[in-house]
């Protein structure tokens, strides 16, 4: 289509030549105007089409689409032209996986650690604020100044500790400090899987799944900063 439309646009600059009896180098130029039209047109296009406009309820994100990772996805994501779809509903419930290792920096050598980001639709009813029983116990200090470790008492689960980053900037929506676990030999052949849960805007969570321990650790509190930005500069 757009080359029959260039086709007629050259047909109606060589008329008008003839009509007029204008110079060959004012032809010249209207082709040159028309082609960069046509160019720009396309480049803008492609631009619109990079990007993909998520609905999470009343709360949008925006993000490059090449950051989607379709296959751990809903299988309904399959189903739509994605090269033509500027944006969609996540339902209620739903999760989106996304691919953002490779946009941490490699200063971070941890982002090797990192298995799964899905941002997730909920209500902001789903999960009223709470303290959460750990909160009461016992904390120790770790190695890494901005991390504390609650002491799990002898009757709870000792497969599962319970982190918490003191940084003031790793808050979430309701002002609560951020918490992840480590649930050791959980998962089959998976000694220690750290699991956070990132509630940013109140109909968005983020689920981050890192596979070691150590790491997240030592360089936890750079890494959630770097998730946590990269999702705030696409919610609107």
């Known amino acids: 289509m757009m ?5 007629k ?10 009509h007029f009896s204008r110079p060959m180098w004012s032809l010249a130029v209207l082709v040159a105007l028309i082609l960069i ?8 296009q492609v631009e619109y089409g990079r990007v993909i406009k998520l609905h999470f309820g009343g709360t949008s994100f925006t993000i490059d689409r090449a950051l989607i990772d379709y296959a751990s996805s809903p299988r309904k994501l399959a ?6 779809t500027p944006e969609y509903e996540v339902a209620h419930g739903n999760t989106i996986a996304l691919r953002l290792g490779e946009t941490i920096p490699p200063a971070l050598g941890c982002r090797q650690y990192l298995k799964t980001i899905f941002l997730k639709h909920r209500r902001p009813v789903d999960m009223p604020p709470g303290r959460g029983a750990f909160r009461d116990w016992e904390q120790s200090r770790t190695e890494n100044p901005e991390i504390v470790k609650f002491i799990t008492p002898p009757e709870e689960n000792q497969k599962i500790d319970y982190y918490q ?3 003031d900037d790793l808050r979430d929506h309701v002002n609560r400090k951020q918490v992840f676990i ?15 849960d990132i509630i940013i805007p109140p109909e968005i969570e983020m689920r981050v799944k890192f596979s070691s321990r150590e790491c997240f650790l030592r ?6 900063r770097h998730i946590r930005n990269l999702v705030f500069q696409g919610i609107r």
Do not use: C
């Open 3 to 7: 080359i029959v439309s260039q086709n």
């Open 9 to 18: 646009n050259v047909a109606s600059a060589h008329e008008a030549s003839r």
């Open 37 to 44: 039209a046509f160019s720009f047109g396309a480049y803008a």
């Open 79 to 84: 189903d739509i032209a994605w090269s033509a």
């Open 165 to 167: 980053f003191e940084s």
């Open 182 to 196: 480590d649930a050791k030999n959980v998962f089959p052949d998976t000694p220690s899987v750290i699991l956070m």
């Open 219 to 224: 360089e936890g509190p750079a890494l959630t």
